[in-house]
């Protein structure tokens, strides 16, 4: 049986995790959250806290900012399916971390990785192109990453999801809402 690509998109505070959340719940027994925050200060160390508590026990957990591809890869994880959350947050450590040049080729790593996955998957994103227009270079610039990257996954997904206001719209293929 082939494993489900499905990507949920949404924007800041729109229920996005929530449903992802919830959608590998019930599809589910072992799932595991894949992480890409970092725990840089108090405030996110409080906000990975109580993400946890709302997961609880049956939540397997790895913390990766950059090298998602690779644990998408690892065949030895026993779980049910992987969660990420979440692609627009990789994108900022690549961003920030490797810099602009990095970006394709993480982009094409995470691709080939989705493609020989051994586990279902739920990716999710930030639809940052509904809003205003960047003042600076560096927003504009990683806006117009953080858009291909969510069409070249969307491309591949076999369901995807738009959450807005807590209310998910299946926008491509058979999301089982």
């Keep these: 049986m082939k494993n489900e690509l499905m990507l949920i998109l949404g924007g800041a505070r729109s229920g996005k995790s929530r449903f992802a959340q919830s959608m590998a719940e019930a599809r589910w027994d072992r799932p595991l959250y894949l992480a890409t925050a970092e725990i840089l200060d108090s405030e996110m160390e409080e906000r990975v806290k109580l993400h946890r508590e709302k997961r609880g026990p049956r939540w397997q957990h790895i913390e990766e900012p950059l090298a998602i591809a690779a644990v998408l890869r690892a065949p030895a994880i026993e779980c049910d399916g992987i969660l990420v959350d979440c692609l627009t947050l990789w994108l900022t450590n690549v961003l ?6 990095a970006c394709e080729e993480r982009k094409r790593e995470l691709l080939d990785a989705l493609r020989q996955r051994a586990k279902n998957t739920i990716l999710v994103s ?8 960047p003042d600076n270079p560096l927003g504009r610039k990683f806006r117009d990453l953080a858009g291909w990257l969510n069409q070249a996954i969307a491309a591949e997904a076999d369901s995807v999801v738009f959450v807005a206001a807590g209310l998910p719209l299946a926008i491509k293929g058979d999301a089982h809402l």
């Design 126 to 133: 930030n639809e940052v192109g509904l809003g205003i227009v």
């Design 96 to 101: 920030l971390k490797e810099g602009e040049g």
